[in-house]
């Protein structure tokens, strides 16, 4: 979803304003019916879930490049209901090649990821215990890698049951020389098909890809998804598919 759909998003909402200078991205996954003690299913891969709560992320901040660890920058942002309020902080490797493609452009760009309130601090507690770790440690003669146990452990816990919907919250700001533009886009699981609102925001911006590639949309090469076409183009798709998406204009 991030990068990815994500990135998309962003472009689209720089495509509406007049020179454009600072982005901010803000996405998540989530249950729809949060449940105690997680309120958090795992909709994707363990190890991918770890990934992005552990080391830095890359920022564009007054048109600088700097990293920023996980778990920082805490803040609260609000959503309609009935998702309302959802914690944010910073975890690594949502933005990708676009704050070096928008490196000298913008003055910020910047991710953060959605969760419900005590999520942040439950994930750093175990990341600050070193259940995030790949180094071995001796646990009764046995060399066991932290991360391992820490997966062994939870991953079975945060599974979704079959009937369970998730919900995909994106929110793209970008602002402008007169104005400021929030881009908000929200999709669930399918229940004709089955597929859950994680797999629909990362498999469908990947076949959207593939098919423009097919059909010539796309230059030949290797290219940033921040450069091979155009959020409004990416955005014409994903209503095609459903997903919801609005825009909020303000001065």
């Known amino acids: 979803m991030v990068p990815g759909l994500g990135t998309s998003l962003c ?13 901010f991205l803000w996405d998540g996954g989530l249950p729809v019916h949060p449940r105690e003690p997680w309120n958090y299913v795992l909709t994707f891969h363990f190890e991918g879930l770890i990934n992005e709560y552990y080391g ?16 920082e920058e805490y803040e609260f942002v609000d959503f309609p209901e009935p998702i309302g309020r959802l914690e944010a902080f910073t975890t690594a490797g ?12 913008l ?12 999520h942040c601090n439950q994930w750093k507690a175990l990341r600050d215990a070193g259940l995030f770790e790949l180094n071995p440690v001796n646990v009764r003669g046995q060399m066991i890698r932290p991360r391992d146990l820490l997966k062994e452990v939870l991953d079975s816990r945060l599974r979704p049951a079959d009937d369970d919907p998730d919900i995909c919250i994106l929110r793209s700001e970008c602002r402008g020389a007169n104005e400021t533009v929030v881009v908000d886009l929200y999709d669930y699981r399918d229940p ?10 990362t498999g469908f911006h990947a076949a959207m890809i593939a098919s423009m590639i097919a059909h010539g949309e ?33 001065s």
């Open 11 to 23: 472009v689209y909402a720089m495509e509406m304003v007049d020179a454009p200078s600072e982005v």
């Open 56 to 71: 830095t992320t890359e920022f564009i901040r007054d048109y600088n490049l700097i990293q920023v660890p996980c778990f």
């Open 94 to 105: 949502g933005t990708s090649t676009a704050p070096r493609t928008f490196l000298g452009k």
């Open 107 to 118: 003055k910020t760009y910047q991710n953060k990821t959605l969760r419900y309130e005590g």
């Open 192 to 201: 004709l098909t089955g597929f859950t609102a994680m797999e629909r925001t």
């Open 218 to 250: 796309v230059s030949p090469g290797a290219i940033p998804v921040e450069l091979a076409f155009s959020g409004h183009r990416v955005m014409e798709e994903c209503k095609k598919r459903g997903m919801h998406l609005s825009v909020t204009r303000r």
